[in-house]
């Protein structure tokens, strides 16, 4: 059933809509969690080291729309705003940002909405990320609503150097000098580096770990 936003006003409407996005941050922070107890469980692994989950202020909203040219009303948040509900994972491996992803798709009830791999493409500034922009269904007592959440998947590094961007960005409002940004895009890259060192050397860890174990059960 699609939900009929009232206006921006309305105090309860806007009550109700926060209940919604509310709502699917834990529906999809739940399934994250059964997601690694299971993986935990089959593979003695955890892909997830944690989770932050937020909702965007009303303040940041109207910031957004009168950006995009929008009023703020309801009905335009809902429509044009899809990171009101956000949820930001964070792994040790980009290969289990991938793992993740994967196993989001295959969930029946999620329905993914659109894919940005900032990851194999990286934004000019050197940001990497994986964004999901999904919807759930969340059961009211006399409708059912699909509801928007915005999911990004980083590794460790690559959320450290976003934080620093972002304050960044918020301190020089988006006009930082030029040797601070080129500085913080050499950051990116080292970055880079070290996620693919990491990864290759827990490959290794992994595979000498398996190998001794193989062999240990021939003699």
């Not at 150097?161 to 988006?174: D, G």
Request: proline share 2%.
């Amino acid at each position: 059933m699609e939900y009929n936003a009232k206006d921006y006003g309305e105090v309860d409407s806007w009550a109700t809509t926060l209940l919604l996005y509310n709502s699917a941050l834990k529906e999809v922070g739940t399934k994250l969690e059964i997601l690694n107890d299971e993986f935990q469980h089959i593979h003695q692994y955890n892909p997830i080291e944690h989770i932050k989950s937020r909702i965007k202020t009303p303040e940041s909203i109207v910031r957004k729309l009168k950006k995009r040219g929008y009023e703020s009303t309801l009905d335009n948040m809902i429509k044009y705003v899809n990171d009101i509900a956000g949820i930001r994972i964070i792994c040790s491996f980009t290969s289990d940002i991938y793992r993740i992803a994967e196993m989001l798709r295959n969930q029946s009830d999620i329905k993914v909405i659109s894919i940005k791999d900032y990851i194999k493409a990286p934004k000019e500034s050197g940001y990497k990320s994986y964004h999901m922009l999904v919807s759930v269904p969340i059961y009211l007592s006399d409708s059912v609503v699909d509801t928007k959440v915005e999911i990004q998947i980083r590794t460790v590094a690559m959320d450290f150097w976003a934080s620093l961007e972002h304050k960044m960005n918020y301190k020089f409002e988006r006009n930082a000098p030029e040797h601070i940004v080129t500085e913080l895009y050499e950051c990116a890259m080292m970055v880079s580096e070290l996620d693919a060192k990491m990864l290759s050397l827990n490959e290794e860890i992994q595979q000498t770990v398996a190998t001794e174990k193989e062999n240990s059960q021939t003699t």
